[in-house]
């Protein structure tokens, strides 16, 4: 059906930066809107950013003016770059697509841990 693999995760020190990249495969189409989430210890899921194929990109207001998302000409790899990274940033950041094909169904990658820390 469809498949996200998440990559980019990792160890940084505030103020730094990290760039998250998802690859959608399967039945998927350029209209199926992609974002990324995170969870952090003891929270619940949350949304950071969302982008449909034409680029209306819309964040969570924790993230505005230091995350940006892309998604590529390649439409099936959408990108998170995060910058002036916080602590509160530490979660593990999942890949989000939800289907056009398959009524609306929301499909998620295994997640990518970033830790913000000193």
């Known amino acids: 059906q469809v498949q996200l693999v998440e990559s980019g995760g990792g160890l940084v020190q505030p103020g730094g930066s990290l760039r998250l990249s998802c690859v959608a495969s399967?039945?998927?189409?350029?209209?199926?809107?992609m974002g990324w989430y995170r969870q952090a210890p003891g929270k619940e899921r949350e949304l950071v950013a969302t982008?449909?194929?034409?680029?209306?990109?819309n964040y969570a207001d924790s993230v505005k003016g230091r995350f940006t998302i892309s998604r590529d000409n390649a439409w099936n790899l959408v990108n998170l770059q995060m910058n002036s990274l916080e602590p509160e940033d530490t979660a593990v950041y999942y890949c989000?697509?939800?289907?056009?094909?398959?009524?609306?169904?929301?499909?998620w990658g295994k997640g990518t841990l970033v830790t913000v820390s000193s």
């Open positions: 399967g039945r998927i189409s350029s209209t199926d809107l």
């Open positions: 989000n697509l939800k289907s056009s094909v398959f009524n609306g169904m929301d499909y």
């Open positions: 982008i449909r194929d034409r680029g209306t990109a």
